[in-house]
């Protein structure tokens, strides 16, 4: 699953900004990245009709694919987050 590997990098970049203090992040519901991840996922997950444990864990498989790089850095940043440079995290 890369591309839940590349989400996860990103919250992780994320989660070292605030904690680092460069940015601050509103209180909104409406606001927040993983909100915003869900509005692409839910549509995905009702066309698939899964009506059992393992048809919905392989529907949000697929789902969490369809969830790209550019997604994520948009998600983020329309929420307030600065985009992080993932190059000098890794270091």
Partial sequence: ???AQTLRDLI???DQIVEEGKATIPLDHNRHA???AFSKVKPFLRR???RTREALQEALSQALDLITEADAKGW???CGY???VL???AQ
């Fill in 1 to 3: 699953m890369e591309a």
């Fill in 12 to 14: 992780e970049a994320y």
């Fill in 34 to 36: 993983i909100e915003v």
């Fill in 48 to 50: 698939q009709e899964a």
């Fill in 76 to 78: 983020f940043t329309h």
């Fill in 82 to 84: 600065p985009p992080p």
């Fill in 87 to 89: 190059d000098e995290m």
